[in-house]
C-alpha cells in the first residue's frame, strides 16, 4: 500500500504571503519557485506531478515541504552556509599595512597595488580587497598646511568666539580677496566621451583678457556679502574698500574684522584710528581656512567662474556682479561647526592609522 503524503497546512496569514511571493517579479527566483512548490502542496498536488511541471526532483519538492512545515515561511530561505575557508587572514591585513611603511621598491616613489601583490606574492585582487575594505587610496593625495604660529591657540579661540558667541550689538564682518582673477576666453560646451557619457567639455586654448582682483567682506550673522573689484591690490585699495563697506553699514556699531595675515592687511593703524569702533582679528599664521568668506570664495568661484568665459574684464566684472545680486536675496550664515581646531598631523605609517 503506498504510503500517504503527510498534510501540509498554513495559517490564512501565511497563504497570503506565500502567494504574493509566489506572484512576485522582482524578488529571488529561487524563492518564487519555492512558495510555488508549498502553494501546491497545501492544494494537495501529488509530489510528481509537482516536480514533473517545475523541472525539478521530487526530494526537492519534499525538502521545501518539510522546510515551510518546520519554519512556515522563514524555512523558504537559505540556511547560513560555512562558506569557502578563507584564504588571506588577519595576519595578511597586518602585512600589508606593514609593507606600506616600508621604502617602496627600487626605482618608484610610492607603494600601487601591483607592487605590493609582487613584494608578497599574492593576487593583486587580494590587494585591492583589502585596500578597499579598509578605505585606503594610495594614489588620491591631499596637501595639508600646519600652522607653526606659536599663538595658534589663542587667536584660534578669539575667531571661533566671534563665529560662536559674537559680541552684544556688535558686527562681526569676515573679509578677504580673490587676487588675479582671469578674464579668459575659450569655447566651452557639452562633449560625448567614448564610454557615452555626456560631460561638461572645454577647448584647451584660450585667450587672456587681463585680470581683476575681488574684495568681499561677509556678514557672519546674516550671510550677506559687500564685494567690489578693483584693478589693483594694494593696502590703499583694502581701506577703500573698507570705507565703502562701512558706508553700507550703521555708523554707530561695534564692527570686528576677520582677516587674514597678507601684507596689505597689516600696518593699519592709521586708519583704525580714525576708525575706533572697528577692530581687527587676524587668523593664525597659515591658518586662513578659518575665515569663513573663504567658503563664500568656494561658492562663487564653482558657481561663476569655473567653465565660464569672458572676452574682456568688462564682462568678468559684469559676471561678477550678477553673480553677487543673484546671491544677495539667498544669502544665509554659514554656520561654525569645526569642533576641534587644530593643525593635521602625519602618521609614520599607514598601521598607525588603521590600528
Aim: aromatic share 8%; glycine share 6%; net charge positive.
Amino acid at each position: 500500500m503506498p504510503k500517504k503524503a503527510p498534510v501540509v497546512t498554513c495559517t490564512p496569514d501565511e497563504m497570503i504571503k506565500l502567494k504574493a511571493l509566489s506572484n512576485s517579479r522582482s524578488g529571488e527566483l529561487r524563492l518564487v519557485e519555492r512558495a510555488k512548490m508549498v502553494i501546491r502542496c497545501i492544494a494537495g498536488e501529488a509530489i510528481k506531478d509537482i516536480a514533473a511541471d517545475m523541472g525539478v526532483k521530487p526530494n526537492t519538492v519534499i525538502t521545501w515541504r518539510e522546510r515551510f512545515k518546520t519554519d512556515s515561511l522563514d524555512g523558504l530561505h537559505d540556511r547560513p552556509r560555512s562558506g569557502k575557508p578563507p584564504i588571506y587572514t588577519g595576519d595578511f591585513r597586518t602585512c600589508v599595512l606593514e609593507t606600506l611603511g616600508e621604502p617602496p621598491p627600487e626605482g618608484q616613489a610610492t607603494w600601487d597595488g601591483e607592487a605590493l601583490a609582487t613584494h608578497l606574492k599574492v593576487s593583486k585582487a587580494a590587494i585591492w580587497r583589502l585596500l578597499r575594505k579598509e578605505g585606503i587610496c594610495l594614489q588620491r593625495q591631499r596637501s595639508w598646511c600646519i600652522s607653526t604660529d606659536p599663538e595658534f591657540t589663542a587667536k584660534a579661540a578669539d575667531i571661533v568666539g566671534l563665529y560662536m558667541d559674537p559680541p552684544t550689538n556688535a558686527l562681526v564682518l569676515s573679509v578677504d580677496e580673490k587676487p588675479s582673477i582671469q578674464a579668459i576666453e575659450r569655447r566651452t560646451g557639452y562633449v560625448q566621451t567614448d564610454s557615452g557619457k555626456v560631460v561638461r567639455g572645454y577647448k584647451s586654448t584660450y585667450k587672456r583678457h587681463g585680470t581683476l582682483n575681488l574684495f568681499a567682506a561677509l556678514e557672519i550673522a546674516k550671510g550677506t556679502i559687500h564685494a567690489q573689484t578693483t584693478q589693483n591690490k594694494r593696502r590703499v585699495d583694502f581701506l577703500a574698500f573698507m570705507d565703502q563697506v562701512l558706508a553700507d553699514l550703521p555708523s554707530a556699531t561695534e564692527i570686528h574684522v576677520i582677516l587674514d595675515n597678507y601684507c596689505i592687511h597689516k600696518k593699519c593703524d592709521e586708519w583704525l584710528a580714525i576708525h575706533p569702533g572697528v577692530t581687527f582679528h587676524y587668523t593664525p599664521t597659515s591658518a586662513s581656512w578659518l575665515n569663513l568668506v573663504e567658503v563664500w570664495f568656494g561658492i562663487f568661484t564653482r558657481k561663476a567662474l569655473r567653465g565660464a568665459s569672458f572676452r574682456s574684464t568688462d564682462e568678468l566684472r559684469s559676471a561678477i556682479e550678477a553673480f553677487i545680486a543673484a546671491y544677495g536675496p539667498t544669502a544665509k550664515p554659514f554656520i561654525w561647526r569645526k569642533r576641534d581646531v587644530k593643525g593635521s598631523q602625519l602618521h609614520n605609517t599607514i598601521i598607525n592609522l588603521c590600528n
